[in-house]
Nanobody, 123 residues
Framework: QVQLVESGGGLVQAGGSLRLSCMASGLTFRNYALGWFRQAPGKEREFVAAIDRSCGTTYYTDSVKGRFTISRDNSKNTMYLQMNSLKPEDTAVYYC????????????????WGQGTQVTVSS
């Protein structure tokens, strides 16, 4: 059974930092491209960042470039999202996802999803 479990969310003041983790089980982790998405209340789920299978290529939505860093440790079956200089508009539930076919920014391309972790940034 495939499971993705996020952790590391919480409440932080604007300008602060958080590090999200996503631990995977039940799949061959190194064979999957991975991504982070987020969903704010009343909004659609949106792409945040993605990383390819070998950690060679990363992708970011424009609003987080220079502030967020995606990484993965294939030896630990874990992906990370380091979030710095957080803004109130970053408040959302953050989801990790795994994709067998390709590096992608599209929600529908991802096969497996975690349950989400809440990130709240106060002004």
């Amino acid at each position: 059974q495939v499971q993705l479990v996020e952790s590391g969310g919480g409440l932080v003041q604007a300008g602060g930092s958080l590090r999200l983790s996503c631990m995977a089980s039940g799949l061959t982790f190194r064979n999957y491209a991975l991504g982070w998405f987020r969903q704010a209340p009343g909004k659609e789920r949106e792409f945040v960042a993605a990383i390819d299978r070998s950690c060679g290529t990363t992708y970011y939505t424009d609003s987080v470039k220079g502030r967020f860093t995606i990484s993965r440790d294939n030896s630990k079956n874990t992906m990370y999202l380091q979030m710095n200089s957080l803004k109130p508009e970053d408040t959302a539930v953050y989801y990790c996802a795994a994709n067998w076919l390709r590096d992608s920014r599209k929600v529908n391309d991802y096969d497996w999803w975690g349950q989400g972790t809440q990130v709240t940034v106060s002004s």
